[in-house]
Each structure stands twice: as structure tokens, then as C-alpha cells.
């Protein structure tokens, strides 16, 4: 080889290795560069793009029945959402979307540009996993799934009206679910995650707040009180052709509600199409005119003043009267009548003669203080407190007619409060929606004596001869009353719309439940409070002492036969 070539070769041999010396620095170089210089600013393109902080959604807590029956349960699912301008991006992907979604393509498209300028929008929400699964197994860009809790009921209507229900974002809306949300609520967690290119989680990076779940709610509620409330309530409106209903069952020791049931009704775990009316609970929202329901506590107001004594004698012959320029009314005349006659025979005439034996401030006092006027301890959202007129503003009409119980309003679950007073030696317990270790001792509304006596009339009200005999339990004492109350209207009180109401307590010997029915407009040739609320209250009570296995209170006349021919001939 010539000096010439060999002179060639080390040329290019160094030109190779400066070239290559060149692209090593230059990679030396811009590794330095990416590593130390733009560091940061990568790192911060990098974590934008697949660095997310995701809220870990907290556990809403269960509510459940005193026995421990789940009424309200969180269950999770996946929701998906989309980055509009990623999704956009992939347009052509959008009908396999759709499809997979059940949504309409067109109406996708239109609501992703909608919306483009904005980082996230919900697609469809509350999937069961499996289906969320199948969308995202698409691959689809920009479109990702979101774990969240969606609430369900398994009693459905049954206890629709006490628990409500929570909207989307699991937050309470009616009921208990929204009287209790801070309670039921939770607070949810974040944590950093990675995701890949395709929006699915890779990696959790850190955990920055853990959820905090929400506590479990012990309603007072007995899901076995609560269906039988349910089922005769429901065939009741359904029987009678009736606008709406109420029913309730409480303790009258504790104060707590055991049942409480309201038609029309609605299923919470499928609301499309509900109307608002079907979503009230009447039993607390809806006011009512008590009518002769609201007797026995006028008499106890007499009796407790001394303006009247038990032996006393009323004439209401010939079954019409006028008081203050007004007539009232009996069904027939019952002529001479005592006091316990006017409760059992339920005279608008009796009760409006005693009235008469007392001042319009001794009438006022008892029904304040049975709460009536008054919102109770409930808690429930949107109780309405009734109306009941300062005895100072009362007109002498108005001391007539709230004899009879009119001219003033309240609700089954004031009115069923107050009897549970009568059921509970004169104490007017503090309603309760939630379970109780132990019960507050309640306020004294009247003596002990006097409710025990009270107690003893409308045990007659059941017996042969009285309003409510279609309100007796077989093997037990029932002390109630029938109310018939006519509905007002534009033009005033309505001549062919009724309430038809029965309240009472069982057995009468030592009430373990008082109840109330209520029955909204019945339509038919029976609108009397006896013949309509009171066999509702005679099939709910007896199912109701079966269940709870209270013994029985009544002697049968059989057994008592018996036991008096055994003694004489001893």
C-alpha cells in the first residue's frame, strides 16, 4: 500500500471517529440537557399526562331496621367518563361508543362538542362493572371509568316515604336519608395514580387522604310492622277507591315509630316517572282536621278542670242543635247520654255541650299541650307543625267546633303522639325515628288518673254499640276512637269527601303499640272512620300482636263460664 493510501485512510478513519465523537457528545449533551436542564419542566409534562389525583369515594353508611334488616345499602359501581377533546380526536371510534353505552351517536357527538373545551364529562353513570368493563375494553382514546356507590333499597315501596332517597352523587334528598346525611355521609379520600395511555390505572403512587365511610343508621322502624302497615294500607286505598293514606305504629313507652306507611306509594331503586305527590310522606307532611278523634282530649280537659264529672248526663235529643248561630249534628239522636256514652256513640252534640262547661283557655291548654300546633321530635325534613289558634283569638264558634275537631289542623303523627299520652298514663313521649337504648321520660300533659279514665271510655268505643266495633282484635282490649272528618274545599267544607280516621291503643290493659289510619276520600256508600279506617287497624294490630307475641288481654266469655261454674261447685 502507497504512502498515498495509507495517508487516505487515516483521513477517513478520523473523520468516522470525529463524526462518531460528534454524536456521542451530542447525546452526552442532550441527556444532560433532558436529565438536568428541562427536568423539571418534563417531569410536569410527563405527570399531566399520566400523573391524576382520583377521589376515593367514601362508603355511604347502611341504614337498618331495630332488628338489624338492611333498609338503605351502598353498592359499588363504575361510571364513565370522557376527556371531550381526546374523544373528539378519535370521532371515528364514536358509534362502537355509543353502541356500547346505549346512546344515540348523533347526540354523543353534539354533546362532546359541546362541551370540548373542558376536560371531563360523564358519559353514563352507575354501571355495573362488567358492563363498564366492556366499554372500556374498547380501547377507545379519552374515555375512562370512575368508581363510585350507587344506593339500593331492598324493601323497595314498602319503606320508600320514611328512608327517601339519594340522588346521583349519593347524597340524601328525602327522608331519613337527608335528615341524617351528615351522619349516613362519609368524606372521601384522594390518592395520585398513574395511568397509562389508554386512561386505565397502572400504579397508585401515593395515598394522600384516605375515605373516611359514613356511620350506619338503627332506624326505630320494624320491617316486619312496616309490610303489614304497607300491604293493608295499600288494599285499603285500593279497596275503597281512595285518594291516599297513612298508617303508624308506635311505642308509647319509647315514642319510637314502628311503622309508617303512606300511599300512593313509589319504588326508590327506579324513580323515572314518580310524581312528586307519590314521593310525600302524608303521615308527617299532610294536615288533617282531626275530627271526633280529638273528643277524648276535650273530655279529659273538662274532667281535669272539674267542670264536668264522669256521671254526668247530656241530652242531645232530637240530634240537632245550635250553638253561637250554628248547627250541630249527631247521625240520629241518641238522647241522654253520659260522658263515656258521648265518646262510645261519638256525639258532636255531647262533645259540644261539655265544651261549653269550660273556657276556650282550658280547651286551648290540653291540645297544646298534646302537641298539637307543634312540630314533634321527629326530625323528619318538611313535618308540618299543623295550626292550632291562640284560645285568645278563638270566636265562640270556634270553641264549638273544636269540639268535634274542626277548625284546627295536624298530622297522623301529632295525632298519634297524643294518643300515645293517653296510652302512657298522661306522658306525651318524644317521637323518635331512630332506635332507642333508652327512652327520655317524656312530658306530663295530663293526670294519670285522668288518662287511665279516658282509657276506659273508648275501650266501650270498640264494644257492641260503639263507633269502632270493626276495630276490635279478637283475644284483646282495644281503646280507640272513629273520626269522620268532611274535607274543605274552595266553597268549603265538600258534602261528598271525607277522611275517614281511627287512633287507638292495644291491648287497652297495657298498650304495647298505638296506631292511626287514615283514609283519604274514600269513595263508595262507606266513608265513616269505623267502617273504613277501623278494620285497617284491626288486621294491622292483630298481625302486629302476633309478631311482637304480646299475650292476650280479653277473657273469653267461653273460659270465664267455665272458671265461675268450677267455683260454685267447689
Excluded at 427536568?39 to 389525583?53: K, S
Excluded at 264536668?308 to 241522654?336: C, L, M, N, W, Y
Excluded at 256513640?345 to 261549653?356: K, M, P, V, W
Excluded at 292511626?516 to 294490630?541: K, T, W
Amino acid at each position: 500500500m502507497s504512502e498515498q493510501q495509507q495517508q487516505a485512510g487515516r483521513w477517513r478513519r478520523g473523520v468516522v471517529l470525529g463524526g462518531l465523537a460528534l454524536v456521542v457528545f451530542a447525546l452526552v449533551a442532550r441527556a444532560v440537557e433532558l436529565q438536568v436542564v428541562d427536568r423539571d419542566f418534563l417531569q410536569d409534562q410527563g405527570q399531566a399526562r399520566h400523573l391524576r389525583v382520583l377521589e376515593v369515594p367514601a362508603h355511604r353508611g347502611m341504614v337498618v331496621d331495630r332488628h338489624g334488616e338492611p333498609m338503605a345499602v351502598s353498592t359499588p359501581v363504575n361510571s364513565i367518563w370522557a376527556h371531550p377533546g381526546e374523544l373528539l380526536a378519535a370521532e371515528g371510534r364514536l358509534p362502537d361508543l355509543a353502541e356500547a353505552l346505549g346512546l344515540d351517536a348523533t347526540r354523543l357527538r353534539m354533546r362532546l362538542e359541546a362541551r370540548h373545551d373542558r376536560e371531563f364529562v360523564y358519559l353514563k353513570r352507575h354501571l355495573a362493572p362488567e358492563q363498564a368493563d366492556a366499554v372500556l375494553s374498547l380501547g377507545v382514546q379519552g374515555v375512562y371509568s370512575q368508581r363510585e356507590y350507587r344506593r339500593f333499597y331492598p324493601a323497595g315501596e314498602v319503606a320508600s316515604h320514611v328512608l327517601g332517597f339519594t340522588n346521583i352523587d349519593d347524597r340524601g334528598q328525602e327522608g331519613l336519608e337527608l335528615a341524617f346525611e351528615g351522619w349516613l355521609r362519609g368524606e372521601p379520600g384522594a390518592k395520585r395514580v398513574l395511568r397509562d395511555r389508554l386512561g386505565r390505572v397502572i400504579e397508585d403512587v401515593e395515598s394522600i387522604r384516605p375515605p373516611r365511610p359514613g356511620s350506619d343508621l338503627t332506624t326505630s322502624i320494624d320491617l316486619r310492622l312496616q309490610y303489614v302497615a304497607y300491604r293493608e294500607l295499600k288494599a285499603a286505598v285500593s279497596e275503597h277507591g281512595a285518594e291516599a293514606g297513612s298508617v303508624i305504629l308506635m311505642d308509647p313507652s319509647s315514642g319510637e315509630i314502628l311503622a309508617m306507611a303512606s300511599q300512593p306509594g313509589y319504588n326508590p331503586n327506579n324513580r323515572a316517572g314518580v310524581a312528586p305527590p307519590q314521593m310525600r310522606n302524608r303521615a308527617v307532611i299532610d294536615l288533617i282536621e282531626p275530627g271526633s278523634a280529638i273528643k277524648p282530649f276535650i273530655v279529659a280537659a273538662a274532667l281535669e278542670a272539674g267542670d264536668i264529672q264522669i256521671d254526668d248526663r247530656f241530652d242531645t235529643a232530637p240530634g240537632r242543635k245550635r250553638f253561637a248561630g250554628h248547627t250541630v249534628s249527631d247521625i240520629r239522636s241518641f238522647g241522654e247520654l253520659d260522658v263515656t256514652g258521648i265518646l262510645k256513640r261519638s256525639s258532636n252534640i255531647g262533645a259540644t255541650l261539655i265544651a261549653e262547661q269550660s273556657d276556650a283557655e282550658t280547651l286551648w291548654q290540653i291540645l297544646r299541650r298534646i302537641g298539637l300546633g307543634e312540630l314533634t321530635t321527629s326530625a323528619y325534613p318538611g313535618e308540618a307543625p299543623g295550626r292550632l289558634r291562640h284560645w285568645r283569638e278563638w270566636r265562640e264558634i270556634d270553641q264549638v267546633t273544636a269540639a268535634y275537631g274542626y277548625g284546627l289542623s295536624t298530622t297522623p303523627l301529632q295525632l298519634v303522639s297524643a294518643y300515645a299520652a293517653l296510652a302512657n298514663g298522661g306522658v306525651l313521649p318524644e317521637v323518635s325515628l331512630i332506635k332507642r337504648e333508652e327512652a327520655p321520660a317524656g312530658k306530663r300533659v295530663m293526670d294519670e288518673e285522668t288518662a287511665g279514665t279516658i282509657m276506659g271510655m273508648l275501650e266501650t268505643v270498640t264494644q257492641p254499640g260503639g263507633t269502632g266495633t270493626r276495630a276490635g282484635v279478637e283475644g284483646y282490649r282495644v281503646a280507640g276512637k272513629t273520626g269522620t272528618v268532611k274535607k274543605s274545599g274552595a266553597r268549603g267544607y265538600e258534602d261528598d269527601q271525607y277522611q275517614s280516621v281511627f287512633a287507638g291503643a292495644i291491648p287497652a290493659s297495657r298498650p304495647r303499640l298505638v296506631g292511626i289510619v287514615m283514609i283519604d276520600n274514600p269513595r263508595g256508600e262507606q266513608f265513616y272512620g269505623g267502617a273504613v279506617a277501623g278494620p285497617v287497624f284491626s288486621r294491622v294490630m292483630a298481625d302486629a300482636m302476633r309478631l311482637l307475641d304480646v299475650p292476650r288481654d280479653q277473657i273469653e266469655p267461653e273460659l270465664d263460664s267455665v272458671v265461675v261454674r268450677a267455683g260454685g261447685a267447689s
